[in-house]
């Protein structure tokens, strides 16, 4: 009964464990996952048979233990097919290693349940005594020790290639190999142990192995989509620096920092582009979205350690820290002699302020930015005194 009773706990143990692949929705053309739970539910059907077993070797009801000793054998080599399978999707490999691999899962498969059909007439795998004791022949140990060789063999290739990839291709090889030498060593241990339930051990181990890898590997791939999708949500699609989305964002953890006396020196560079409207109606939205670009191409070139964000559509901010925090004065007097070059050669013209955060009298974000934009704002009535832009889509000095 002890034997069953161990079948009944990692039956257990593999439900908990891989609940969420077992019976979770498997996505359309999730083959990793699909295959994944194929093997997961190939291991079911081993435990099952395990289980049951127990129980019939323990009433001694032969025709029954052997019927359930053939399904356990092939429940056996199911789960190795299953487990090379999903292996090959699990590496992404489609080279002669891996069909030289399914090929062999396959045929041992094929021949586990040929030498099964075989041992009804002669027992080249197992019998029972008369007085219903397991007798097992050479055939079991043939196909066992085939899979404690198949086993390592995966093991020791996919474990000496982690060592020459990094990120989830390692995390992928490392997952394999642990496993596969975990398999090798309990197929072993039942080969010489034929009572003891030792394959439903290894397969409890190598599952539980495999499902911490594949659980950190989904998080990871989670985490990446995320990333990129939010990377997408905070860009501006037109000049690729930072859109509006970006720009709350930062001025949350900037007015946290603020309220937290986190943060004692940071700067706001407000910038806007003169005559945008003009340029849109005598020249198209397309001349107008090269204006954009131009004027957009000059801030970052010039205060080109600080995060620049597109607010609006011809509205700009860059938050000033370290260098350019330092630099801030040099830089804008830089700035605006690339301004008065484009405006007397008809380039983009681009009007800028600039404030610090003075601790004494700030106590928010928009105290700061409320005087750069006074300041951008005096610049663009002086930038424009009576000239008139005439912009052709010259890019800047």
Not at 234 to 249: G, H, Q, W
């Amino acid at each position: 009964m002890y034997y069953a009773s161990f079948g009944m706990l990692a039956t257990i143990m593999h439900i908990i464990v891989n609940a969420d692949i077992l019976f979770g929705h498997v996505r359309s053309g999730n083959t990793i996952r699909g295959r994944y739970r194929a093997f997961l539910y190939s291991i079911m059907i081993y435990y099952l048979s395990d289980i049951l077993w127990g129980f019939l070797y323990e009433l001694r009801i032969i025709p029954l233990v052997y019927s359930d000793t053939v399904l356990y054998f092939l429940a056996m080599g199911l789960t190795l097919y299953m487990w090379i399978r999903f292996i090959i999707g699990y590496i992404n490999k489609n080279g002669i290693l891996s069909k030289i691999l399914n090929i062999i899962g396959l045929s041992l498969f094929a021949l586990e349940t040929i030498a099964l059909a075989v041992n009804f007439f002669i027992p080249i795998f197992f019998y029972f005594e008369d007085d219903g004791e397991y007798v097992t022949r050479p055939a079991r140990y043939t196909v066992l020790i085939a899979q404690i060789v198949l086993f390592a063999i995966i093991g020791v290739i996919t474990l000496f290639r982690a060592f020459k990839h990094t990120n989830r291709d390692k995390l992928h090889y490392n997952a394999i190999g642990i496993s596969s030498i975990v398999m090798a060593l309990f197929v072993g241990l039942q080969a010489m142990f034929p009572l003891l339930p030792f394959y439903a051990i290894g397969c409890l181990l190598g599952t539980s192995i495999i499902n911490t890898y594949v659980g950190v590997d989904e998080r990871t791939a989670s985490s990446h989509q995320l990333g990129s999708m939010k990377q997408v949500a905070y860009k501006d699609p037109l000049t690729s620096v930072r859109n509006i989305n970006a720009y709350a964002e930062t001025k949350r953890d900037l007015e946290h920092k603020i309220d937290t006396g986190m943060l004692h020196e940071f700067g706001i560079a407000v910038f806007d582009l003169n005559d945008l409207k003009k340029v849109n109606d005598t020249k198209g939205h397309e001349a107008g979205d090269r204006y954009i670009l131009d004027g957009c191409w000059l801030i970052c070139h010039i205060f080109d350690h600080s995060p620049v964000f597109r607010i609006g559509g011809d509205e700009f901010v860059a938050i000033l820290m370290n260098s350019d925090y330092r630099n801030r004065d040099s830089l804008l007097a830089h700035f605006n002699e690339e301004i008065e070059y484009n405006k007397a050669n008809d380039g983009v013209v681009v009007s800028a302020g600039i404030s610090v955060f003075d601790p004494d009298i700030d106590s928010s974000f928009d105290a700061v930015f409320a005087r750069a934009d006074e300041l951008m704002y005096a610049r663009k009535r002086e930038l424009k005194g009576n000239d008139h832009i005439r912009y052709r889509g010259t890019p800047p000095a």
